[in-house]
């Protein structure tokens, strides 16, 4: 089994009790190193953390389920453990330069809708129209280093002991993003965003506990400031909204381990070239439209905050002859689906990590480091079975988390 990093120090008290979110990676850090031990998730693990794990992977709550009210006590108490953790980490701890996340690494809760499966059965009833309006422009595009690096989403993970950046926003109008101007945020420093227009980064602060996702910046190491277009913020560990006027927050992208083990386990974001300009829920209180590329495209077209999703099982893409990282977007896409957030692309595409987050810093490119081809193309995976309009579907719009 593949060794993985320890991320979090865990934090013990005297009654023995696990007091950290991540009771995966505390089992890690608590066994051989070579995988969780059974024994040690009975005798460690608090009655907060089991009642989260017995949720949200024995039980495979879906969206349908936790949506109408299943799974909130856990959701809550999952968020609570996250902030006594990023509360608490002891100065230094934490992921950051040459200490990144495990497999089991992503920013939302075990129940919050883009990490609980899919209900596969809630399918749009006009998911054919959108699907071969979206196939109609081509298969998914590749990314190559111009695309990672420049569309890509670098992860900067902020510790106690970096430095404080205040946030600069030039366009403070935006309602969902207001409450963070001038906000100081503790990141590391050297950070590079996504090289073309978008200028991407995150920055995952584990001091306050939420992480920043913010567009068009410009970091200034002198005067200590990240200045940017626009920016939001979600919780750590939370449900993955905000507000409801924030443009789709229920994402993540496609990280270079996740691709090398064979599984992504949350959603991730889709681009698109042409939407129906508007947005449905659970954005459907999002002022991020799309735009349409003809007028008929508000009928035919995906629409910001749709989810697409892949409708085979595991056991049909292992039994595709394709590669092991291409298995892990499809099965990633089957289990947890893309979430509509951009368009003006070519073609569809995914959302992946920018190895730039790691090659500022004087360490390898992930992709290359890890085996990956140069150019993550995924056009012809499911060639063999009938090709990707033949298995992709639209998850009817579902609410926001009570």
Not at 124 to 129: H, L
Request: net charge neutral; hydrophobic share 40%; aromatic share 8%.
């Amino acid at each position: 089994m593949e060794r993985r990093a320890i991320f979090w120090t865990f934090p013990r008290s005297r009654s023995d009790v696990v007091t950290g979110h991540d009771v995966q990676a505390y089992l890690h850090a608590n066994s051989d190193h070579v995988g969780p031990s059974a024994r040690v998730l009975r005798g460690r693990a608090t009655v907060d953390a089991r009642q989260v794990l017995t949720l949200a992977r024995l039980n495979r709550i879906t969206r349908r389920a936790f949506l109408i009210g299943a799974g909130a006590a856990a959701a809550a108490t999952g968020a609570a453990l996250g902030e006594r953790v990023l509360h608490n980490a002891p100065a230094g701890t934490g992921c950051g330069i040459g200490s990144w996340p495990g497999l089991d690494w992503h920013l939302f809760s075990e129940t919050s809708p883009w990490v609980a499966p899919l209900d596969k059965t809630n399918v749009d009833p006009r998911s054919d129209v959108y699907i071969s309006s979206l196939v109609s422009d081509g298969p998914p595009a590749p990314a190559g280093p111009r695309e990672l690096f420049g569309w890509g989403f670098p992860l900067y993970f902020g510790r106690a002991t970096d430095p404080l950046y205040r946030i600069v926003l030039r366009e403070t109008s935006i309602t969902y993003g207001q409450h963070i101007d001038g906000l100081r945020i503790h990141a590391p420093c050297g950070m590079q965003p996504s090289t073309l227009s978008d200028g991407v980064i995150y920055v995952i602060d584990q001091v306050d506990g939420y992480t920043y996702r913010l567009r068009e910046t410009v970091i200034d190491e002198t005067a200590m400031t990240i200045t940017a277009w626009h920016g939001f913020r979600l919780q750590t560990y939370g449900s993955g909204f905000n507000t409801v006027e924030e443009p789709p927050t229920g994402m993540l992208p496609i990280r270079p381990e996740e691709l090398a083990a064979g599984y992504v386990n949350h959603t991730v974001g889709l681009h698109a070239k042409c939407l129906s300009g508007h947005s449905v829920a659970p954005y459907d209180g999002s002022g991020t439209k799309g735009k349409q590329c003809v007028s008929t495209d508000a009928t035919t077209r995906l629409s910001m905050g749709n989810v697409v999703f892949l409708d085979l099982t595991h056991a049909q893409i292992d039994a595709l002859a394709i590669p092991t990282w291409q298995k892990a977007i499809c099965k990633g896409l089957a289990d947890h689906g893309a979430l509509v957030g951009f368009n003006g692309s070519p073609s569809w595409t995914l959302t992946f990590e920018a190895p730039q987050d790691r090659t500022a810093y004087a360490k390898p490119n992930p992709y290359t480091a890890l085996g990956l081809p140069s150019t993550l193309d995924y056009a012809n995976a499911l060639d063999g079975i009938g090709g990707w309009g033949a298995h992709l579907k639209v998850l009817a719009p579902f609410p926001r988390p009570r």
